[in-house]
């Protein structure tokens, strides 16, 4: 084999172990962390302290949420660097359900400041306006809010686009299948109008938190260190709307790592903010700590007991 065939075959054997060592990074840290999100809902579907309690059941919506979000970007990455374009019709499914997945984090972190607000500001009216059924009705207006955030593209393109464009095949990306410029105008204006609220929501409750009265100062700094870490969420979460500029300006400065740069972007502003959610709770909180971490340990010594018990069967002898 010559020079010239190892030059142009090289770089594409380079790509293709590149591609299949960054999807199964991916897919690794898709796994894990699922796993992770898995167990706790796991053990809030076990006790009833946990699907009883607003505060908990906003949090599992959270996790289910943040779950969901992470399953389908893995598999739009994964799409995206294996078969390159992708059917209209199918890739729009998964589209819609990725931004609203996306779009619902935000709301659900405002929720959950509001209920840490009523709790410590209003504990008299808190079993009054923290029900089960108002959580449920309050989980249902965050998905209908953050479907106004793409179905409107959806029905315009069912009007402005030929029936040809849905069984063609695309880059499986937002901006190749909602490419219309009211689409990404009202895109933006959306992002902005939402995390706008939403951090005014969060700063209004944790100011009126640390104003608190005296009686409920334990409660009131364990809420106000709940409501900082739904900040920090909410910071990573706007990663997502301002990644196409820092992806702009890295790739500006680095021109030859457009790649290894949309690869890095990818796991830091899709991946990794989805294990934040199970520190907030599934760390901190004590329920959650004591009861997820006695199922683990049961998962243990069941299968240390369950090889001890094998171990000691095989060493007897065999009775004729």
């Known amino acids: 084999m010559n020079v010239s065939s190892l030059n142009s075959t090289s770089p594409g054997s380079r790509s293709f172990a590149a591609a299949v060592y960054k999807n199964?990074?991916?897919?690794?840290?898709?796994?894990?962390?699922?796993?992770?999100?898995?167990?706790?809902?796991?053990?809030?579907?076990?006790?009833?302290?946990?699907?009883?309690?607003?505060?908990?059941?906003?949090?599992?919506?959270?996790?289910?949420?943040?779950?969901?979000?992470?399953?389908?970007?893995?598999?739009?990455?994964?799409?995206?660097?294996?078969?390159?374009?992708?059917?209209?019709?199918?890739?729009?499914?998964?589209?819609?359900?990725?931004?609203?997945?996306?779009?619902n984090t935000p709301l659900n972190l405002a929720g959950m400041a509001v209920e840490c607000y009523v709790a410590i500001c209003l504990p008299l009216h808190h079993c009054r306006i923290c029900t089960v059924r108002n959580t449920f009705i309050l989980m249902s207006l965050i998905w209908f809010v953050s479907s106004l955030s793409i179905m409107p593209d959806f029905f315009l393109l069912l009007a402005t686009e030929p029936l040809s464009f849905f069984t063609s095949k695309v880059l499986c990306?937002?901006?190749?299948?909602?490419?219309?410029?009211?689409?990404?105008?009202?895109?933006?204006?959306?992002?902005?109008?939402?995390?706008?609220?939403?951090?005014?929501?969060?700063?209004?409750?944790?100011?009126r938190i640390l104003f608190?009265?005296?009686?409920?100062?334990?409660?009131?700094?364990?809420?106000?260190?709940?409501?900082?870490?739904?900040?920090?969420?909410?910071?990573?979460?706007?990663?997502?709307?301002?990644?196409?500029?820092?992806?702009?300006?890295?790739?500006?400065?680095?021109?030859?790592?457009?790649?290894?740069?949309?690869?890095?972007?990818?796991?830091?502003?899709?991946?990794?903010?989805?294990?934040?959610?199970?520190?907030?709770?599934?760390l901190r909180d004590q329920n959650f700590r004591k009861y997820t971490r006695r199922y683990l340990l049961c998962r243990v010594i069941m299968r240390k007991n369950h090889l001890e018990n094998n171990a000691v069967y095989d060493m007897k002898p065999a009775v004729s």
């Open 173 to 207: 990306a937002r901006d190749f299948v909602f490419r219309s410029s009211y689409s990404l105008k009202k895109r933006d204006a959306s992002h902005i109008v939402c995390l706008v609220l939403v951090w005014l929501t969060l700063l209004y409750t944790y100011f």
């Open 24 to 103: 199964v990074i991916v897919t690794v840290l898709c796994i894990a962390i699922n796993y992770i999100n898995g167990t706790l809902i796991h053990t809030f579907r076990k006790h009833q302290i946990f699907y009883s309690n607003p505060r908990y059941i906003l949090f599992i919506h959270l996790v289910m949420n943040d779950m969901l979000q992470l399953t389908l970007s893995t598999l739009l990455h994964i799409i995206s660097h294996t078969l390159n374009t992708f059917s209209v019709s199918s890739c729009l499914l998964l589209l819609i359900l990725a931004v609203m997945a996306t779009f």
């Open 212 to 282: 608190a009265a005296k009686g409920a100062k334990g409660d009131s700094k364990k809420a106000r260190n709940t409501i900082l870490l739904h900040g920090f969420q909410l910071l990573l979460c706007m990663l997502t709307y301002v990644r196409p500029m820092f992806k702009d300006a890295l790739v500006f400065l680095l021109p030859r790592r457009h790649a290894d740069i949309r690869f890095a972007l990818y796991v830091f502003v899709q991946i990794i903010p989805r294990f934040v959610s199970p520190i907030v709770y599934g």
